[in-house]
C-alpha cells in the first residue's frame, strides 16, 4: 500500500469548478495513454501514486481508454485497490462514454442504452461504486439531446456518478444541454474540450458560454499531445508517442512548420524561466473560466515538470502578445 506524502496538499492549486461546490487541481492526470494493457503497469501505478503525492486529486479515464478498450479503467481499479485504498473520498474520478465501445448499435454514441450500459461496466472495471464525474464523451447527431441528457440526470440521480459533464460539445450545443438539465433539475458541473496553443477553437464561443452558465472547464492534450515539449526539437525520439504504434499522434503531425514555432516558443519560455511544456500548461490556465488542464504523462518526471508550472503561471501583456505572433508565423 502507498503511503502518500503527507504535504500534498502544500503545492497544488485548487480551482472552484464553475459555480458548483467542488474544487478540481489545476492539473489533472489523464488515462487517455500509457495505463492501458499494452503499458507497463509498474509505470503506471508509479505515475498515478506520485501525481497523488503532487497534490493531484483528479484522474480522467473514459471507457474506452487503453488498449485495449476498457483497460486503463482496469488499471485504475488495480491503482485504487492496491496503492490509494482509503483515500477514495479524497479523489475525484471522472469516465465517460461516447466513442465506439462495442460491437452493434447500443455500444457507441448518445443513447441512454448506452451511456447506462457503458457506466456500469465502466464501475465494475474499477471496482467503484460511482465515479465523481460522468461524460457524455462527444455530441451525437442522432440521438434526440434530451434523452442523452437525461440520462446523465438519471444516473446522477442513480447515485452511480456524483456529477455530470459533456465532452467536445460546440457553444451552441453547450448551451441547449445545459438548458435542459435545468429543466430537470440539475446542472452541468463541468466541460472537457481540447485546448492548447495549436488549438484554440474555445476561445472563439464556448469559454463565454460556460462562464455565463457557471460551467467549470477542464481542458484536454494542453501540450498538443507532446508537440508543445522541448523533444521533438531535434526529430521524433524512439521513446515519443509519435513514435508508438499506439498512440494518437502521428508523425506526419510532426510538421517543420509546428516544429519552427515551437522552436521560437522553447526560446520564449527559456527566457520566462520555465521550460515549454510549462509556459503551454500556464497558458492554457490564464482563463479564469478553466478550472483544470488534464496532462497526460508517461513518466513520472513529467509530472513534476508539469506541476512546476504553477510557479510562474502569470503573463504580461506583451508576453501574451508575442505567443500570438510566433503561433501567427510571424
Ligand atoms: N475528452 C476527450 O475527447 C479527450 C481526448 C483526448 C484526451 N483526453 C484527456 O486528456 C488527457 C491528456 O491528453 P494528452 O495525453 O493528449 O495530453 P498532453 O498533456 O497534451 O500530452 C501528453 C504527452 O506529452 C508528453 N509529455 C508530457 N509532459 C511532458 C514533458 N514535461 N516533457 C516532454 N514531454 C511531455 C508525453 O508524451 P510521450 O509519450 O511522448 O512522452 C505525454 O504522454 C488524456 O489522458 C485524457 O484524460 C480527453
Request: net charge negative; charged share 25%; glycine share 10%.
Amino acid at each position: 500500500m502507498h503511503q502518500p506524502d503527507g504535504k500534498r496538499y502544500e503545492g497544488m492549486k485548487y480551482n472552484r469548478c464553475g459555480k458548483s461546490g467542488v474544487k478540481l487541481p489545476a492539473i489533472s492526470l489523464g488515462f487517455w495513454h500509457n495505463f492501458g494493457g499494452v503499458d507497463t503497469r509498474e509505470n503506471s501505478r508509479a505515475m498515478a501514486r506520485h501525481a497523488f503525492d503532487l497534490g493531484i486529486t483528479h484522474f480522467d479515464l473514459a471507457n474506452n481508454y487503453g488498449p485495449p478498450p476498457g483497460s486503463a479503467e482496469e488499471t485504475m481499479g488495480y491503482i485504487l485497490k492496491n496503492d490509494l485504498s482509503g483515500y477514495r473520498d479524497e479523489l475525484i474520478i471522472s469516465t465517460k462514454a461516447g466513442y465506439d465501445m462495442w460491437p452493434g448499435p447500443y455500444g457507441d454514441w448518445g443513447s441512454r442504452k448506452f451511456l447506462m450500459a457503458s457506466l456500469d461496466q465502466s464501475l465494475k472495471r474499477m471496482g467503484l461504486d460511482y465515479v465523481d464525474i460522468f461524460y457524455h464523451h462527444r455530441p451525437d447527431p442522432e440521438t434526440p439531446l434530451e434523452e442523452t441528457i437525461g440520462a446523465l440526470c438519471d444516473i446522477v440521480h442513480s447515485g452511480k456518478a456524483l456529477y455530470a459533464g459533456v465532452s467536445n460539445y460546440p457553444p451552441e450545443l453547450t448551451g441547449k444541454a445545459e438548458d435542459l438539465m435545468k429543466s430537470m433539475g440539475m446542472h452541468i458541473l463541468i466541460h472537457q474540450p481540447k485546448y492548447s496553443m495549436f488549438e484554440r477553437w474555445i476561445e472563439d464561443g464556448l469559454l463565454k458560454e460556460l462562464r455565463d452558465d457557471g460551467i467549470g472547464c477542464i481542458v484536454f492534450s494542453p501540450l498538443a499531445q507532446g508537440l508543445l515539449t522541448n523533444k521533438y526539437l531535434e526529430g521524433i525520439p524512439a521513446d515519443s508517442r509519435a513514435a508508438k504504434p499506439t498512440g494518437f499522434l502521428r508523425p506526419e503531425q510532426v510538421t517543420h512548420e509546428r516544429i519552427e514555432k515551437v522552436r521560437r516558443l522553447n526560446e520564449m519560455a527559456r527566457a520566462r524561466g520555465q521550460n515549454l511544456a510549462q509556459m503551454a500548461l500556464a497558458w492554457v490556465l490564464r482563463h479564469t473560466e478553466v478550472t483544470s488542464a488534464v496532462i497526460g504523462s508517461s513518466k513520472v518526471g513529467q509530472i513534476d515538470d508539469s506541476v512546476k508550472a504553477l510557479e510562474h503561471a502569470d503573463f504580461t501583456r506583451e508576453e501574451l502578445g508575442r505567443i500570438d505572433s510566433i503561433l501567427a508565423g510571424k
